[in-house]
């Protein structure tokens, strides 16, 4: 098992298991369209990689609050169909997260599971090493103090470690 | 001798304002804020980075929980956490409370004014004069795309909307937004418009300092039978070290939803022998809740370059003609901050395909914040862990207002022309009532003129002390309670606070 503060290259928080399903999260939160090139979802741009840096720098009880978020979510999906969440279709996968969504057991802790994938894409994140589009592009955002906008990235781990700079305009 | 005159936790609406008027008449001032200070040529439009540099992070109810199942619906409770408070990212609707809901105030808690009469509108009308002229109050008119799409569809249906009284200078305004900070200063947040010429006239600031406590001791029992007395706060500071600073008076500015906290943490129900009052510590929160319509429209909006905010329809806004409010063009000024709020028409937040065919019309999308006249229902508290617990039921009523409500918001927009629409998770921005003033001590925290029952020199300025729940946006009502504050403490009577017999 990994452990905080080891390597220069992702995951550093999470577990090989945890690694795998987070992506597979991410897939589920922000597919990619049909060619994923043109479309990339939050698994090409690597939503999956700022959502571990991202837990590099919670405190240890959130945390672990979002590993029971994970464990809940591979609960529900067995519960559901049978499989581990990564394991599901597509369909099953948004079935799943949209129950664990709408309940209100489990809403809030879902909506934060959720908003750390989408900042790992619509806030505009790509990986260091990705060259495609991203989400800015491909939703149109733009404009004035928009266009060019310095990104600091520096805060993730991901960006620290390669000492790239951290910085994307 | 004291470190300070007076010591002013939060930078808000109410601390910031507060310590210009008392800095500018000579009173040596400290504010302290938990938040880092970000000036106009630092705001940017990174979504992201705003986040994390102005607001708090995601807080929310816990309703479902401390109700034991019984309520289902939670509320997301959005606040500024940096120099300036939730002034520095509000939308700059300057609005004065309804006759009405002043004179509630007397109902509910017995507040009066400096005569002992039940207080009104009318003892508020020079404070409301005095703040909308420093902060430079007026119409705001230069609407932007969504809004005037908007105009065109509730004119149609009979309800068309007026401009809305702004913070704003329109003449440096370019629609670059408010939620990250306006990065062009004519937003006249209490960053702009008080904390920087309370620094000039020589108060100091502590930035990125969390006060933990208010430092409190014994006196003999004064006139107003307390036996308890304030004399400073014990912080940490940004780089986790402790500290002390003693004043004159501690003044708590920190919103309704930190400043019930810092007196909980400060053991004032214990120290208090569990009055009344100190019991009330917390209780009575009240939220403004809200929630958002986005629709889609034909053509491209960009409605994320927006002063957003700049119209309303708020003929239905008092609680006896309906008790809610619809304000406008809402789109949340970037990707992110939508894809966050957004869900289906059932208000579950949705992923997937939906997620993505919705952000691709993102451009097209304008929206409605609908907020209504809620209970003063809620609270705040600490578990045995010393964390804070939200909890502010929505109620049948509520929903109910929160339905008719966006169900006004879809025909007027759907009568511009929009289509495929999308809700909103519950959203609070006006969080008050939990130290509320008045002079009923069984139902109030701080007497009428904000200090509190159970300790001497301690006195609350923000939005906790509204003892009933406005029907508006209330930070002009906490802009004009601080300048009603400062006038008190500046009166020939007050002259022992500072020292002078």
Not at chain 1, 71 to 90: C, Q, S, V
Not at chain 2, 47 to 61: D, K, P, S, V
Not at chain 2, 85 to 92: L, M, N, P, R
Not at chain 2, 137 to 144: E, G, M, P
Request: hydrophobic share 35%; charged share 25%; with cysteine.
């Amino acid at each position: 098992m990994r452990t905080d503060g080891e390597g220069d290259s992702p995951p550093f928080v999470l577990t090989p298991s945890e690694y795998s399903l987070v992506a597979a999260l991410v897939e589920a939160v922000i597919p990619p369209g049909g060619d994923p090139l043109s479309e990339p979802g939050g698994k090409e741009v690597g939503a999956h990689n700022y959502f571990d840096s991202r837990l590099c720098e919670l405190p240890g009880e959130e945390r672990e609050k979002v590993r029971r978020s994970l464990r809940a979510l591979n609960d529900r999906a067995t519960e559901n169909f049978g499989r581990k969440f990564e394991h599901l279709t597509i369909t099953e996968r948004e079935a799943v997260l949209r129950s664990l969504l709408a309940s209100p057991e489990t809403r809030t802790d879902f909506f934060e599971l959720r908003a750390l994938c989408l900042e790992g894409f619509y806030s505009d994140y790509r990986d260091p090493w990705y060259g495609g589009k991203t989400a800015w592009q491909l939703t149109g955002f733009g404009g004035k103090r928009i266009d060019g906008v310095k990104k600091d990235w520096s805060f993730l781990r991901i960006y620290a470690a390669r000492k790239s700079g951290g910085t994307t305009g | 001798m004291p470190d300070f005159d007076a010591v002013i936790v939060g930078s808000g609406a109410g601390g910031g304002a507060l310590a210009f008027k008392l800095a500018k008449a000579g009173k040596k001032v400290l504010i302290i804020e938990a938040g880092g200070f970000y000036n106009t040529d630092e705001f940017t439009r990174f979504e992201l980075q705003a986040y994390r540099n102005l607001w708090w992070q995601e807080r929310f109810t816990s309703n479902f929980r401390v109700s034991g199942g019984k309520l289902r619906d939670e509320i997301a409770l959005g606040m500024g956490r940096c120099v300036g408070g939730s002034t520095t990212i509000f939308t700059a609707v300057a609005q004065r409370a309804f006759a009405e809901n002043i004179d509630a105030w007397y109902t509910e808690t017995k507040t009066v004014n400096d005569l002992g009469e039940p207080i009104s509108l009318s003892d508020l009308i020079p404070n409301y004069e005095q703040v909308e002229s420093e902060t430079g109050v007026s119409k705001y008119l230069n609407w932007d795309s969504g809004v005037r799409r908007l105009q065109e569809g509730f004119t149609r249906i009979g309800y068309p909307l007026e401009p809305v009284d702004a913070y704003i200078n329109p003449t440096s305004c370019d629609h670059s937004g408010c939620l990250f900070g306006c990065p062009t200063g004519a937003k006249r947040g209490s960053l702009l418009a008080y904390v920087i010429p309370a620094l000039y006239a020589g108060a100091e600031i502590y930035t990125n300092t969390y006060v933990e406590r208010v430092l409190l001791r014994r006196i003999p029992e004064d006139n107003s039978g307390r036996v308890l007395e304030a004399y400073g706060v014990e912080y940490t500071d940004a780089r986790g070290n402790s500290g002390k600073v003693s004043a004159r008076i501690v003044v708590l500015s920190a919103g309704a939803l930190e400043t019930p906290q810092i007196l909980l943490r400060s053991n004032i129900p214990d120290l208090a022998a569990h009055s009344s009052s100190a019991e009330q510590i917390g209780r009575n929160l009240a939220a403004n809740t809200g929630t958002m319509v986005f629709g889609t429209f034909e053509e491209t909006l960009n409605n994320w370059e927006m002063h957003p905010l700049s119209a309303h329809l708020i003929q239905f806004a008092r609680e006896k003609d309906g008790g809610f409010l619809l304000e406008m063009s809402e789109v949340m000024e970037g990707p992110l901050g939508f894809s966050l709020v957004v869900t289906d028409e059932d208000g579950v937040p949705i992923v997937g395909e939906k997620l993505t065919s919705a952000m691709k019309q993102y451009p097209k999308m304008a929206g409605v914040f609908v907020s209504i006249h809620d209970a003063n229902n809620g609270s705040v508290t600490l578990d045995g862990h010393g964390k804070e617990v939200f909890y502010k039921p929505v109620v049948r009523e509520d929903l109910a207002r929160v339905s008719k409500a966006k169900e006004l918001a879809k025909q007027g927009m759907a009568a511009a022309g929009a289509r495929d629409f999308y809700g909103s998770i519950f959203i609070s921005h006006h969080v008050q009532g939990t130290c509320r003033m008045g002079e009923d001590k069984r139902v109030s925290v701080t007497n009428s003129n904000c200090e509190m029952h159970d300790v001497a020199r301690l006195f609350v300025c923000d939005g906790s002390l509204i003892p009933r729940v406005l029907d508006v946006n209330p930070s002009l009502t906490i802009y004009a309670l601080a300048d009603r504050l400062s006038r008190h403490l500046l009166s020939v009577g007050n002259t022992g606070l500072w020292g002078g017999s």
